[in-house]
């Protein structure tokens, strides 16, 4: 009976309490007997849920998530992944792990590299307008939750928008610059918050530039939604789309359509980056040509969780493989991006920033003969050589995302818009169109 009872617990150990976890596991970590089947799956809430999501008008499963482009068997030693659709961490680790010295080696001086050839104009941009000066000293409804560091990465990317061109000020009062081309064209401004959670970004933005018409992309339910302080706002019109943003089809969001729009996402997780971009303009040229007119205006974008990063969603395959750097390489190198955060580096990076990766010398004295080659390089590694290799595989990966917007016609930026002391995860991609929008 104990036996039976353990099988039906979560297998987590708690080593305070040197037991397992006494939770019991939920959704495809319990098992149904295969006669109940059926009748399970007829009254299964998550069924429905999903059943349910799948038929709005601006669901198109997958429409957003790339493919996985026929490659060669690299040069290179690493492992290929085969088929799989999710090339998890620990297949990643283990591929570098796999490689001989050398290769290894011959990986790291290719990043520094290719970081040197790319990664030259990343500046630091922590902006503070006036127009959020009330959240900034804490004046804002006691009932939204404040917390000082989450404050200071929202203001900031709406200062490095407003410095940018896309929100602007005008006679003083705080204006967004899409209200006055909106309401010159009798249109409704939209923004348009990616992996929106609770909503907190958007209520800053609204209560400091004035926005009217807000769209809120989440795939999960949330309770302490900012949806209700903002609904309170008689000026403005809130939608809600629960959504994953792999299966977003943006042209597809009537209310949407006509209008010019705003994109922002606080920390989009891994490939939450590269899904966002193509949701908003992979597929503009396809809706300019259906005659929809729906278009990006400026967006915002902090990244973060490189680690979870996949080839097959990443939006500028291209412009990597022409830097040398193929499939495995790059599974490779979102496995490094861990390192930049895994540590605790004190308040201030700046020491990890200019510190200058020496190939070589960790060659000579981490390699000597050691029988566990790769992985003992690893282990033995200076954490302020790991975090290095790491910051730098960040970057390569959001200068690609960079290239991409240029390619597609926008002005863009990527710049460091918080102090390390108040986030590592501190990058913040932003573009505008120019002209003719």
Not at 278 to 293: D, K, P
Not at 311 to 339: D, M, P, Q, R, V
Request: with cysteine; net charge neutral; glycine share 6%.
């Amino acid at each position: 009976m104990k036996t039976k009872v353990m099988e039906n617990r979560c297998k987590f150990w708690v080593p305070k309490k040197s037991r397992f976890c006494a939770n019991s596991p939920l959704q495809n970590s319990f098992s149904v007997l295969q006669e109940n089947l059926g009748s399970h799956l007829r009254r299964c809430p998550l069924v429905k849920q999903v059943q349910s999501l799948s038929t709005q008008p601006f669901y198109q499963k997958g429409v957003n998530a790339g493919k996985e482009d026929e490659q060669e068997e690299p040069e290179t030693g690493i492992p290929t992944f085969g088929c799989f659709d999710i090339v998890t961490s620990e297949m990643k680790r283990n591929a570098v792990f796999s490689l001989n010295i050398s290769e290894f080696f011959e990986m790291i001086r290719k990043i520094e590299s290719v970081h040197a050839q790319i990664c030259n104009d990343i500046k630091d941009s922590y902006k503070i307008p006036e127009a959020c000066g009330v959240w900034i000293k804490g004046e804002v409804d006691r009932n939204v939750p404040f917390q000082e560091k989450h404050v200071a990465q929202q203001a900031s990317m709406l200062g490095n928008l407003e410095e940018f061109g896309v929100l602007e000020r005008i006679d003083g009062k705080e204006k967004c610059e899409l209200v006055e081309r909106a309401e010159n064209s009798n249109g409704v401004p939209a923004v348009v918050e990616f992996g929106a959670g609770r909503g907190y970004l958007t209520q800053m933005l609204a209560d400091c530039y004035g926005i009217r018409r807000v769209f809120l992309v989440e795939r999960k339910a949330y309770k302490l939604k900012a949806d209700r302080s903002l609904r309170q706002k008689e000026s403005l019109i809130l939608e809600r789309l629960r959504i994953d943003i792999e299966d977003l089809n943006l042209n597809a969001v009537e209310s949407l359509q006509g209008l010019p729009y705003i994109a922002l996402g606080k920390h989009l997780c891994g490939p939450a980056t590269d899904l966002t971009l193509r949701c908003c303009l992979a597929n503009e040229r396809n809706a300019e040509q259906c005659g929809v007119n729906c278009y990006l205006r400026g967006l915002a974008i902090a990244t973060c969780c490189h680690h979870l990063c996949q080839w097959k969603h990443y939006i500028n395959k291209k412009y990597l493989t022409s830097l040398g750097i193929n499939k495995e390489e790059f599974h490779a190198i979102t496995w490094f991006t861990s390192w930049a955060v895994d540590a605790d580096h004190g308040s201030d990076l700046s020491d990890v920033i200019d510190f200058k990766l020496h190939p070589e010398s960790i060659e000579r004295e981490e390699c000597n003969g050691d029988a566990n080659g790769v992985e003992a390089i690893t282990k033995n590694m200076k954490a302020i050589e790991r975090a290095k290799l790491g910051f730098m595989c960040k970057q390569i990966i959001d200068m690609g995302r960079l290239m991409w917007l240029k390619e597609h016609g926008l002005q863009t930026q990527l710049v460091k818009y918080v102090p390390s002391s108040i986030s590592p995860e501190n990058h913040l991609l932003i573009a505008r169109h120019v002209g003719g929008r």
